[in-house]
């Protein structure tokens, strides 16, 4: 009888302690996922992948932060999530807007005083804002690659640099940028956008390896391409809106009242 129970308790106990071992894994993974009221900052949140991020931030309770340059832009996306069915299981805020244009740097410094202000501090930093660019080098100002600098790296980095001394204070802090597979291989008509996306991913990297001491996250991610109204309201070698899919929307248009 003994040796049925010894057979018997050794690995019943061995599955137990295994079993409490991967639900303590899976209470940890949950914790980390946990949006609920947590601080979330977007960038460019009022069209593209920064709206699709607003409603899936949303949807898990956080509270938002959401920037752009238009605040009526921004207001309808507040609306459209106010107006979100929600089945009641997470508690979800209203978002507050920040309006502000990332290219002026001066602007980004009172803007994240404002940010701040909002909840008193930034759980996590989404650096999402950004423009695009279509142009072949010999006919490109050097004004153009200086404009799309300033808004996809020099405008981050402001953000960043003015958001980051509360994050080390508190110890706590995710700041995500949302670079492009541009920023790790460079493709022909794109230079300045590569070259901004190549300075993101070189300047985040170093971030990461800078505030890891301090217990903060930072993450770059490198989307392909996705439709949006990047390729729309890309800038062009003489600083012109480029409306690359406006013009092939206008062409199929064309094409079809001929029939
Ligand atoms: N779509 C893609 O294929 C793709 C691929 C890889 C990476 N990305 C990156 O994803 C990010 C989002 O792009 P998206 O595709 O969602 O493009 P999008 O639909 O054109 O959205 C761009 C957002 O950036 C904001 N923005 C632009 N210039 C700004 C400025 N000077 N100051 C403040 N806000 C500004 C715009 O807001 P307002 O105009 O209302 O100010 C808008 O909300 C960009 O960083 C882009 O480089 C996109």
Do not use: W
Request: glycine content about 8%; aromatic content about 6%.
């Amino acid at each position: 009888m003994e040796r049925v129970l010894g057979l018997g308790v050794g690995p019943l106990a061995a599955g137990t302690v295994g079993l409490l071992i991967l639900l303590k894994v899976i209470q940890r993974l949950r914790r980390k996922q946990n949006l609920q009221d947590k601080v979330v900052v977007i960038t460019g949140a009022s069209s593209g992948l920064g709206k699709e991020c607003a409603r899936v931030f949303h949807a898990a309770g956080a509270r938002l932060i959401l920037c752009g340059r238009d605040q009526k832009r921004l207001q309808d996306v507040v609306e459209e999530l106010r107006n979100k069915n929600n089945n009641g299981k997470i508690q979800t805020h209203t978002p507050c807007t920040v309006t502000f244009d990332l290219s002026s740097t001066s602007l980004v410094s009172s803007a994240a005083k404002e940010i701040l202000k909002c909840h008193g501090h930034v759980d996590v930093l989404i650096n999402n804002a950004g423009i695009s660019y279509r142009g072949n080098i010999l006919d490109t100002h050097v004004s153009v690659q200086r404009d799309v600098m300033e808004t996809n790296y020099f405008g981050p980095v402001a953000l960043t640099q003015a958001i980051l001394p509360s994050m080390v204070d508190r110890r706590s802090g995710h700041i995500v940028v949302i670079s492009s597979v541009q920023g790790k291989i460079s493709i022909p008509y794109r230079s300045a956008y590569a070259a901004s996306k190549h300075a993101t991913q070189a300047y985040f990297d170093c971030l990461r390896a800078e505030v890891d001491r301090f217990g903060l996250q930072v993450s770059v991610i490198s989307p392909g391409y996705i439709r949006t109204n990047l390729s729309i309201n890309a800038v062009t070698g003489d600083g012109s809106q480029y409306g690359g899919e406006i013009m092939l929307l206008l062409s199929t248009k064309l094409l079809f009242s001929l029939y």
